[in-house]
């Protein structure tokens, strides 16, 4: 299954209209129409979600984005994009300074913040 049949399958389930749907997710009502048609109109080809857009579908409908994605066919095509990143001072130097370690001491570093993580629930 598609996103745009899963689309269409959920909102017949909840007796959403688009625009219910739109709203929940942040969407507009033509872009829920494009998600359901699962084509580009531009291009003629098989529409391709971005994982932001699966993430919003994803929390409007109670799902989180793992088990959305398991429920589609494994075709489904989902645009990745990443989102630009600015570095501080202190995290360029830390990259400089990771980046100067031996393959031993960056896998110990990793070990340790591994361990910090779990044991300090520190979200990196």
Known sequence: MKLGEWLKKYRA??????????????FSKAYVSLLEKG???KTKKPF???????EKI??????DVDSLIK???STQPVTITAK??????EDTKLLRDFHSL???GKTMLLGVLNSLRV???VSM
């Open 13 to 26: 389930e909840h007796n959403m209209s688009m625009q219910e749907l739109a709203e929940k997710c942040g």
């Open 39 to 41: 084509i580009n109109p």
């Open 48 to 54: 391709s979600p971005t994982i932001q857009t699966f």
């Open 58 to 63: 994803a929390r409007a409908t109670g799902y």
């Open 71 to 73: 429920i589609l066919d």
């Open 84 to 89: 630009p990143v600015t570095l501080n001072y």
């Open 102 to 104: 031996t393959a031993d």
């Open 119 to 121: 044991t300090h629930s």
